[in-house]
């Protein structure tokens, strides 16, 4: 197949990681007989120091070109002043709500190689593998706001319309009929009126999926659920800004962030994909940053944004592979462990991938 990808490789440590990323699609594309044609636009704080705008024109018009967008990260020391006018930020926040990327996927998997690495018992850790839906483009951190009015008071509202819900349930309820058929919908229905209606809409919408065994939790509940029995959970869905607080929690169980991708998907194929880690700033420039997180995101892209679900698991078999083979990077290599570099390690996944 011929193919259109937006690279957008941004700040930090987002080039290191990105470029290698790149080159194993290339390597992919051409093991497979597809063609990949890579565009790459500026954008965070890269793009303000160049153009004076963290998202600017030109990056939309190649993402709007492109059949999926593979995103480095943005932001960092140099542009992290508050009162500034622009924010690198505003770029990745700008992208969402111009291609209306509602859902945010987060899969979290634990590696038995790793199991040292992470802070829970290595018991609670078998066999983990859930999938995080995230609603990204509404709920409080879009609602009306005010910073501070008369009387020092300030608030956030949040929002839901039973559209909002819906559209994001029914990728969580899809995710889940090609899994493990479980889905746990978190809400605050005890409490918040916009959550009573979150649990209404998916309780409505299960009719339609009824071969999903469905299970609600309150959010203050989950977070100990998430601890207590990881390993029992498939898919878990969730509002704008419980997706991001559980999510974050859920990604300590790999044993570094640097393990994690995501894909922000909207209702066609078009998605943009990226690691869940930052800039990484203390280790930037040091090629030492572990690539994992966006090689499995490069895989995301392969598998929703262009169907290609074989070369997909041909990229995850080989980090797979290049774990169980003892190769780490810094960020999950014991005090026993020579860690490698970046470069070593992406040149293992590369090999894995021209030998399978
Ligand atoms: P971070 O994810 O950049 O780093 C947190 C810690 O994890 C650091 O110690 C870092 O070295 C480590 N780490 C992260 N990714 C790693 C990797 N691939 N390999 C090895 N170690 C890794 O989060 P932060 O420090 O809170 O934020 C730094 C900057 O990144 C800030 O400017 C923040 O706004 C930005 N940020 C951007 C995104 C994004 O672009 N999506 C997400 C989070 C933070």
């Known amino acids: 197949m011929q193919a259109t990808i937006a690279v957008l490789s941004g700040d930090g440590i987002g080039p290191e990681v990105v470029s290698h990323a790149t080159r194993l699609l290339a390597a992919i594309a051409e093991k497979r007989g597809h063609q990949f044609r890579f565009v790459h636009g500026l954008i965070g704080g890269i793009a303000i120091d160049e153009t004076g705008d963290p998202l600017p024109p030109e990056t939309v018009a190649i993402c709007e070109d492109a059949d999926a967008i593979l995103l480095g990260a943005v932001g960092g020391p140099k542009w992290s002043d508050p009162t500034a006018t622009v924010q690198p930020e505003r770029g990745l926040l700008g992208l969402r709500q111009h291609f209306g990327l509602f859902a945010n996927l987060r899969p979290v998997k634990t590696y038995p190689a790793l199991a040292a690495q992470a802070p829970l018992r290595a018991d609670l850790l078998q066999d983990i593998d859930i999938l995080f839906v995230r609603e990204l483009v509404s709920g409080i951190y879009f609602g009306e706001r005010q910073e501070q009015g008369a009387g020092d008071v300030s608030y956030d509202t949040m929002t839901y319309t039973s559209a909002q819900v819906e559209q994001v349930a029914n990728v969580a309820f899809r995710a889940a009929q090609g899994r493990r058929g479980k889905l746990c919908s978190v809400d605050k229905a005890n409490v918040l009126a916009s959550m009573r209606l979150w649990r209404r809409t998916v309780v409505a919408l299960h009719e339609e999926y009824a071969d999903v065994e469905l299970e609600h939790l309150l959010v203050d509940a989950a977070t100990m659920h998430l601890l207590t029995r990881p390993g029992s959970f498939d898919v878990i869905v969730a509002g704008n800004m419980f997706g991001d ?29 990226e690691p869940v880690h930052g800039t990484a700033p203390d280790i930037a420039g040091r090629g030492i940053a572990n690539p994992i997180g966006m090689f499995l995101s490069a895989a995301l892209l392969l598998r929703y944004s262009l169907r290609l679900d074989d070369e997909a698991s041909a990229i995850e078999a080989a980090v797979d592979a290049a774990l169980a083979d003892g190769l780490r990077t810094a960020d999950i290599a014991s005090a026993d462990e020579t860690p490698v570099s970046t470069d070593e390690f992406a040149a293992a996944v590369l090999a894995r991938i021209e030998t399978s």
């Open 245 to 273: 607080i559980l999510s974050d929690e859920a990604s300590v169980l790999a044993g570094s962030l640097g393990m994690l991708p995501s894909a922000s998907l909207r209702a066609d194929n078009f998605g943009l994909y």
